[in-house]
């Protein structure tokens, strides 16, 4: 492909903005309709143990990225990064499973939202609502990236509100000053289920813990959005790693704090716990908390619902913005049509955005086939993509690092150095690879092997393997020595 007259994106993305995008890319069902399935699968232990072993993971990997995005907040990031740093065709790889997972990411979002409207409007036809949400989330990305950050910026604050207040809400009920009126202590972390001969705090053992490892995977995705980000910040050497370094503590903060308040107050074995993985807003962990408080049952089901929508919501308008990024940004590398490389006067890839955008329309099609499967087809293809990112990115800082003294730079002059080199990239590395290929083997284990379970958990592997393999034999790129890595803005 030809290379394409070279249009800046603009940088209009504050500072407020960029920590809150950071903050809510880590916040979603994942805490809210999730942590309550892995709770009831793991026990409150084995949950808060995998949540806060993901959630170092994913600060090593921020940290990763944040020190690439600050010397380099280019278009692309960890696609451009691999390409600079390990080998053009890893990049191709990245750049379209990328585009492709946070675009079907996007149509079952729209899926999604459709039916948490249902639990106000039961006969209502999902169709039309998922056409309201593309209207509404096209419109603000094509409006201009102020747009997208400010909207973003109201869907977080939606999440860390109600957050803040179920964790304030929780602390007085296990202390005993709400509620029920009596302390409750550790009580429900040491009870034993007779039935299945399970005890807390950690429930099913190694391979429970395990498959939390990717529920909480799946809750942290959207957090390496940050780095698309950057090319449109305002100030990136300063702003982006305070965005950075915002997201671990709010982790460490909102998902081990509610898992803590969830445990003391939810026993692993409560029956409206286990079904969780209904997807029903009634049998959230939140709302089962707030409807212990006399006379907010019916209140506290319906906030939730509307937490539950703007959060839905949130993950569909940053799916949108970084899969046009990402395709914006491969035009301009010749890996995309030169079409999606081209911007309007307010520095929108319009092209780009419309292109994702379709994709999500995909949504449309709920209301014939069926939305819950749609979904779960939609959303489990996508899922293993961001640990596949993920696993890029620390491969990318590991090769920046290297290249950046082979070049005799010194580390001093970094605009901001990652904590835990080189054992934080490594750490995070291993465990995205254990994750990556380990915690869908229940698939395998299962008493009827079954082909839409095996594909919709793991195509896009092979498709990543094919995509890099293809495009290696017919470009015949090899991988980039480290002297001549590419550290140029432009």
């Not at 409150?44 to 072993?53: D, F, R, S, V």
């Not at 998922?130 to 400010?150: H, I, P, Q, R, T």
């Given at each position: ?455 919709s958990n793991y195509m896009l592997i092979p498709i990543f393997v094919l995509l890099y393999l ?21």
């Amino acid at each position: 492909m030809d290379a394409i007259p070279h249009q800046d994106l603009k940088r209009g993305i504050g500072a407020r903005q960029l920590s809150m995008i950071a903050i809510g890319g880590a916040i979603g069902t994942g805490l809210f309709l999730a942590s309550g399935g892995a709770i009831a699968n793991a026990g409150p232990g084995g949950a808060m143990l995998a949540y806060a072993i993901m959630g170092m993971a994913v600060f090593c990997m921020m940290q990763s990225l944040g020190e690439m995005a600050t010397q380099l907040p280019i278009a692309g990031s960890f696609e451009a990064y691999a390409e600079r740093f390990v080998d053009p065709s890893l990049g191709f790889a990245f750049g379209w499973n990328y585009w492709f997972s946070w675009s079907i990411t996007l149509a079952a979002e729209f899926v999604a939202g459709a039916l948490i409207v249902k639990f106000w409007f039961p006969d209502s036809n999902p169709t039309y609502w998922a056409m309201g949400f593309f209207v509404l989330l096209m419109g603000l990305n094509l409006l201009s990236v102020k747009a997208y950050a400010e909207a973003e910026y109201w869907f977080a604050s939606i999440k860390v509100t109600t957050v803040i207040i179920f964790l304030f809400v929780g602390a007085l009920m296990v202390f005993g000053m709400l509620g029920e009126g009596k302390a409750v202590g550790f009580h429900n972390w040491g009870i034993s289920d007779a039935a299945s001969g399970k005890s807390a705090p950690f429930v099913g053992g190694l391979a429970a813990i395990l498959g939390v490892f990717l529920v909480a995977g799946f809750s942290f995705q959207g957090t390496e959005g940050v780095g698309l980000a950057a090319a449109e910040t305002e100030d990136p050497s300063k702003n982006v790693p305070k965005a950075i370094h915002s997201v671990f503590w709010r982790i460490l903060l909102f998902y081990i704090g509610a898992i803590l308040i969830i445990g003391l107050l939810i026993p692993f074995n409560d029956p409206n716990l286990l079904r969780n993985d209904e997807g029903s807003v009634a049998y959230s962990p939140f709302t089962i908390v707030f409807s212990h408080i006399p006379k907010v049952g019916y209140y506290a089901a319906n906030l939730m619902n509307f937490v539950i929508l703007s959060a839905v919501l949130s993950a569909g308008n940053s799916s949108l913005y970084v899969s046009s990024r990402m395709l914006y940004a491969m035009a301009h590398s010749r890996k995309a049509p030169r079409i999606f490389g081209k911007v309007n006067t307010r520095g929108v890839p319009v092209a780009a955005v419309w292109a994702t955008g379709l994709v999500g329309a995909l949504a449309f099609l709920a209301s014939e086939i069926g939305a819950t499967k749609i979904y779960q087809l939609l959303y489990n293809a996508s899922g293993l993509t961001g640990f596949m990112i993920w696993l890029g990115i620390a491969i990318c800082h590991l090769r920046f690092r290297k290249a950046w003294v082979a070049q005799g730079r010194p580390l001093s002059e970094l605009k901001f150095k990652a904590m835990f080199y080189p054992w934080g990239p490594w750490a995070a590395l291993v465990l995205f690879l254990i994750v990556l290929f380990g915690a869908n083997a229940w698939v395998f284990q299962a008493e009827q092997f079954s082909w839409f379970d095996f594909i919709s958990n793991y195509m896009l592997i092979p498709i990543f393997v094919l995509l890099y393999l293809g495009h290696k034999l017919i470009n015949k790129t090899r991988v980039v020595p480290l002297k001549d890595c590419n550290f140029k803005m432009d």
